[in-house]
T-cell receptor, first 111, second 116 residues
Framework: QKEVEQNSGPLSVPEGAIASLNCTYS??????FFWYRQYSGKSPELIMS????GDKEDGRFTAQLNKASQYVSLLIRDSQPSDSATYLC???????????FGKGTTLSVSS | NAGVTQTPKFQVLKTGQSMTLQCAQD?????MYWYRQDPGMGLRLIYY???????DKGEVPNGYNVSRLNKREFSLRLESAAPSQTSVYFC???????????????FGQGTRLTVV
């Protein structure tokens, strides 16, 4: 298993729906996770970080971490066409020296 | 507020040519990274530098060399470019002095490299 794995999608949701993006990870990463958003032709930008089990909410975004099942997810409520992008899950290696990314999930929100 | 600056933004090389991608950050970060991004492959780590004077291989280091010139600058060199190195390259930096692996990375604007 790779350190961080994502379903590459694409994931298509209608405007106003909840988009659910998932990521699983191996024992070879640290226990901190990051969700980045990347628009086509642009650089990744951080949306959320989560370090503890449970949920963390920021506006329309909620990150969820389940350490027992080794998955982390990102929920986007009231999805907007402007949310259409690739979402990248990332974590550090166990030494905390290298940031490792999943392949990313492409989200398309239709109006 | 420059953040992470990469040069050049675009480059076309012929097979066998060499070039150096430059990256500089002004956030006083200890760690710097080079990634390549190919369609459907996410960001793959080429090399990283956890502190000035140290460099380590990532997932896809073959065909590349790096230099951590000082705390601000981290360069990536292609000695003999191949078409398989056609990609978008991103430099990033982060600051994690405790090695806890819990700080975000900031990215440059990317370099789109084509090798023909």
């Amino acid at each position: 298993q790779k350190e961080v794995e994502q379903n590459s999608g694409p994931l298509s949701v209608p405007e106003g729906a909840i988009a659910s993006l998932n990521c699983t990870y191996s024992d070879r990463v640290s226990q901190s996770f990051f969700w980045y958003r990347q628009y086509s032709g642009k650089s990744p930008e951080l949306i959320m970080s989560i370090y503890s089990n449970g949920d963390k909410e920021d506006g329309r975004f909620t990150a969820q971490l389940n350490k027992a099942s080794q998955y982390v997810s990102l929920l986007i409520r009231d999805s907007q066409p402007s949310d259409s992008a690739t979402y990248l899950c990332a974590s550090y290696n166990q030494a905390g020296t290298a940031l490792i990314f999943g392949k990313g999930t492409t989200l398309s929100v239709s109006s | 507020n420059a953040g992470v600056t990469q040069t050049p933004k675009f480059q076309v090389l012929k097979t066998g040519q060499s070039m150096t991608l430059q990256c500089a950050q002004d956030m006083n970060h200890n760690s710097m990274y080079w990634y390549r991004q190919d369609p459907g492959m996410g960001l793959r780590l080429i090399y990283y530098s956890a502190s000035e004077g140290t460099t380590d291989k990532g997932e896809v280091p073959n065909g590349y060399n790096v230099s951590r010139l000082n705390k601000r600058e981290f360069s990536l060199r292609l000695e003999s470019a191949a078409p398989s190195q056609t990609s978008v390259y991103f430099c990033a930096s982060s600051d994690d002095p405790g090695g806890f692996g819990n700080t975000e990375a900031f990215f440059g604007q990317g370099t789109r490299l084509t090798v023909v």
